[in-house]
């Protein structure tokens, strides 16, 4: 998969800036920087890979410490070979594939040496039938459902550059900052989908109710603290990527404008993170490509004209939030998928048993 993506990124990449309306003065620094990007694809898929058996079992720390080293060494490798030999995007991008080969070694080392029942046999690295359609069957989805969320993005980003070169940067140092609140969420929702599986595997189905409960709680902790910082200092936040003032001011009104209804996509992550990690995939990305992707495509050919400034593009995130946060609560609790999983799981273990 990482090869395939790989060639196809490298060999799009041109046509797919053009389709995305990249500025000129942009587009040889994007070319640059995504060309070479795409060539770390496979050490980044084999660190998911692995990091993903980690977290399996319970190991969440090693991952991080692997990640911490890692991003560690992309801050060093910008500093050197941007700052000190001026090479751009272009050094940018070799400093993250650089990081992405040395948290894959790391992790790829610990699946090797560990002697435990994950350990890593490359004499028997095969295909087994039932293994993998286990990890197609939840995995597949899983990843288009991870994709809706970049089309939609790509297709907001498009009608971002046509805005000019401003209104990228400014969305751009917005993107940098509401980073953060992304990463918590996602490790948050990583746990859910741990903690949900191996209690729904154990057919501990009260603590599968409780991790919701947790992490909804969680979530909206977490949101809520990103938001009031992100408002109250946006300024020093926005400074550290830019010093235009034109820039500032449009990143100002971003922020104010999105971040305090960061609250509302919890829902969307914990419901979906949680029923995934029982094992139903499906339905969780025919709600995202509803939701999130139709919606926002929606807004961008109707809504967006009546009213064409950034503000009225950037609305379609909060209220893709709530519609969608709205649909898997409403699944969650009426869409039968916790009794369709529990006849999947006695059908395994009875054919076990046999």
């Not at 404008?257 to 139903?280: A, H, K, Q």
């Not at 939701?291 to 400034?309: E, H, M, N």
Request: include cysteine; charge should be positive; proline fraction near 3%.
């Amino acid at each position: 998969c990482g090869a395939f993506f790989m060639v196809l990124g490298v060999l799009a990449a041109p046509q797919v800036l053009v389709w995305m309306d990249t500025p000129s003065d942009v587009m040889p620094h994007a070319m640059g920087y995504i060309r070479i990007y795409f060539f770390g694809t496979i050490p980044s898929f084999f660190y998911n890979v692995a990091a993903g058996v980690l977290r399996a079992v319970g190991d969440t720390k090693r991952p991080l410490y692997f990640l911490m080293v890692s991003c560690g060494v992309n801050i060093v490798l910008d500093i050197v070979f941007v700052g000190w030999f001026q090479m751009g995007a272009a050094g940018a991008a070799i400093g993250t594939i650089i990081s992405q080969c040395i948290s894959a070694l790391l992790a790829g080392y610990v699946l090797l040496c560990d002697e435990q029942p994950y350990k890593l046999n490359w004499k028997k690295l095969r295909f087994h039938g039932d293994a993998l359609w286990d990890v197609l069957r939840v995995g597949l989805p899983t990843g288009m459902g991870n994709n809706m969320f970049t089309l939609s993005n790509l297709i907001l980003q498009a009608s971002i550059n046509s805005f000019g070169t401003v209104v990228v940067a400014a969305c751009a140092a917005y993107g940098k900052i509401e980073g953060f609140h992304w990463m918590i969420l996602d490790s948050i929702g990583m746990a859910l989908t741990t903690f949900s599986g191996q209690n729904f595997g154990a057919q501990k189905m009260e603590r599968v109710r409780q991790s919701v409960r947790i992490g909804l709680a969680m979530a909206a902790g977490a949101s809520l603290f990103v938001s009031v910082m992100m408002c109250l200092f946006n300024q020093p936040l926005l400074r550290m990527f830019t010093q235009d003032a034109e820039v500032l001011e449009l990143g100002k009104g971003l922020i104010y404008r999105v971040v305090p209804f960061y609250i509302t996509y919890i829902g969307l992550e914990i419901f979906n993170t949680v029923v995934r990690g029982c094992g139903d995939a499906l339905f969780p990305v025919l709600l995202m490509l509803s939701g999130i992707c139709a919606l926002r495509i929606a807004w961008v050919i109707w809504v967006l004209p009546l009213s064409r400034s950034v503000y009225t593009l950037m609305w379609s995130y909060p209220v893709s939030w709530i519609l969608t946060s709205a649909m898997f609560l409403i699944y969650y609790l009426h869409g039968g998928w916790l009794r369709r999983c529990q006849a999947k799981l006695k059908q395994k273990l009875t054919k076990a048993g046999a």
